[in-house]
């Protein structure tokens, strides 16, 4: 079974910290993806990656940044987290020959 | 670019009872189409997907869903309703260009079951 792990279920930080959002698979899928979820809008795209050290920006992209420096990693920045980045986060990954995501537990992140 | 329609918020259904969400979707070519499933405090599981074939796909846990291209529709149902079933739902498409072929979710559906 394709297994996503993201490294904590809930996390508190404060206003202005530097956040590091970690998702590891272990299926060797080249694309790896970052959303957030939000009541009533559904998972919006933030970034996703497409290979190693390859990363495109999604429908939200705008105080986040991404990582990739292996093909399992994907990494999620907040480099000054606010509020209003208060939400779940989910990662996914796929193969390049298949449209299925594999998803993550998720990351329930609160800002204060 | 593609957009997703999940009309109905929130559904109430007893137990036992049959189930339809909706789900609409606009994009310019064959669709690539997907329902998938979220239980409290997890991530999202697939139920099902449709790439091309049969209209009628079944998935896993007794639902199916069927693509109708001139309602631009791919509606999930389920004939007898479990209390497990009680989660959110959420439908997506598939874009076929782009470099990694994202999904573009719906806002989701929220299932409770009444015992």
């Known amino acids: 079974d394709v297994k996503v792990t993201q490294s904590s279920r809930y996390l508190v930080k404060r206003t202005g910290e530097k956040v590091f959002l970690e998702c590891v698979q272990d299926?060797?899928?080249?694309?790896m993806f970052w959303y957030r979820q939000d009541p009533g809008l559904g998972l919006r795209l933030i970034y996703f990656?497409?290979?190693?050290?390859?990363?495109e920006k999604g429908d939200i992209p705008e105080g986040y940044s991404v990582s990739r420096e292996k093909k399992e990693r994907f990494s999620l920045i907040l480099e000054s987290a606010s509020t209003n980045q208060t939400s779940m986060y989910l990662c996914a990954s796929r193969s390049q020959e298949n449209y299925e995501q594999y998803f993550g537990p998720g990351t329930r992140l609160t800002v204060t | 670019a593609q957009s997703v329609t999940q009309p109905d918020i929130h559904i109430t259904v007893s137990e036992g009872a049959s189930l339809e969400l909706r789900c609409n979707y606009s994009y310019g070519a064959t669709p690539y189409l997907f329902w998938y499933v979220q239980s409290p405090g997890q991530g999202l599981q697939l139920l099902l997907k449709y790439f091309s074939g049969d209209t009628l796909v079944q998935g896993i846990k007794g639902f199916e869903a069927e693509f109708k291209r001139s309602q631009s529709s791919f509606n999930l149902r389920k004939p007898s309703v479990h209390w497990s079933d009680a989660a959110e739902y959420f439908c997506?498409?598939?874009?076929?260009?782009?470099?990694?072929?994202?999904?573009?979710f719906g806002s989701g559906t929220q299932l409770t079951v009444l015992p």
């Open positions: 990656s497409y290979d190693v050290k390859m990363k």
């Open positions: 997506a498409v598939g874009a076929s260009s782009g470099s990694a072929r994202q999904l573009t």
């Open positions: 299926m060797d899928h080249e694309n």
